[in-house]
T-cell receptor, first 115, second 113 residues
Framework: DTGVSQDPRHKITKRGQNVTFRCDPI?????LYWYRQTLGQGPEFLTY????????KSRLLSDRFSAERPKGSFSTLEIQRTEQGDSAMYLC?????????????FGQGTRLTVV | QKEVEQNSGPLSVPEGAIASLNCTYS??????FFWYRQYSGKSPELIMS????GDKEDGRFTAQLNKASQYVSLLIRDSQPSDSATYLC?????????????FGQGTTLQVKP
């Protein structure tokens, strides 16, 4: 296990379709984060999991977005009824849970294009 | 005022020069500060973390923190063309105990041969 893995790397979908992304964190990391990044901006926090519990969600996360982390391992992010404004890079990050402010490590991201 | 602010650049320096990247933050109680490097089309890669006032050096990189001025900087000595990337400053808000990061918009660095 060499790092955070995300799948797929790229996704093109038609407006109105549903999409699901997967993130496999570093195996010993119990903290998992989803971020969204648009061109020319820094990543924006979407949601946070401590093991299997989703403990924080950003106001950016509309009701079309849902995230899960069953069994505290991999996580999925689903976007329903995609809109063109959802086009972005979706980044997953993980960190060990023994300290609050430890470094987070990012996966390669899933680039979503809604046409 | 944005929570974390960076000049978007681009900052252009000649090869071999020192590149100085700056970041200011609004949460006076912030305790941890991170610098990520992001190549075009790639994900952010952690390069430095700093928790105490003063300087922290790692190879060609030096992070500087001044909590009184709410200012953190990254110096890159002997800049190389391979350092050309966007540098993101990230700060966990004191109000959250989740470790989530608030990022600046990033500064694009161009190192010219």
């Amino acid at each position: 296990d060499t790092g955070v893995s995300q799948d797929p790397r790229h996704k093109i979908t038609k407006r109105g379709q549903n999409v699901t992304f997967r993130c496999d964190p570093i195996s010993e990391h119990n903290r998992l984060y989803w971020y969204r990044q648009t061109l020319g901006q820094g990543p924006e926090f979407l949601t946070y999991f401590q093991n299997e519990a989703q403990l924080e969600k950003s106001r950016l996360l509309s009701d079309r977005f849902s995230a899960e982390r069953p069994k505290g391992s991999f996580s999925t992010l689903e976007i329903q009824r995609t809109e063109q404004g959802d086009s972005a890079m979706y980044l997953c990050a993980s960190s060990p849970g023994f300290m609050i402010n430890t470094e987070a490590f990012f996966g390669q991201g899933t680039r979503l294009t809604v046409v | 005022q944005k929570e974390v602010e960076q000049n978007s650049g681009p900052l252009s320096v000649p090869e071999g020069a020192i590149a100085s990247l700056n970041c200011t933050y609004s949460d006076r109680g912030s305790q941890s500060f991170f610098w990520y490097r992001q190549y075009s089309g790639k994900s952010p890669e952690l390069i430095m973390s700093i928790y105490s006032n003063g300087d922290k050096e790692d190879g060609r990189f030096t992070a500087q923190l001044n909590k009184a001025s709410q200012y953190v900087s990254l110096l890159i000595r002997d800049s190389q063309p391979s350092d050309s990337a966007t540098y993101l400053c990230a700060v966990p808000p004191r109000s959250s105990n989740t470790g989530k990061l608030i990022f600046g918009q990033g500064t694009t660095l161009q190192v010219k041969p």
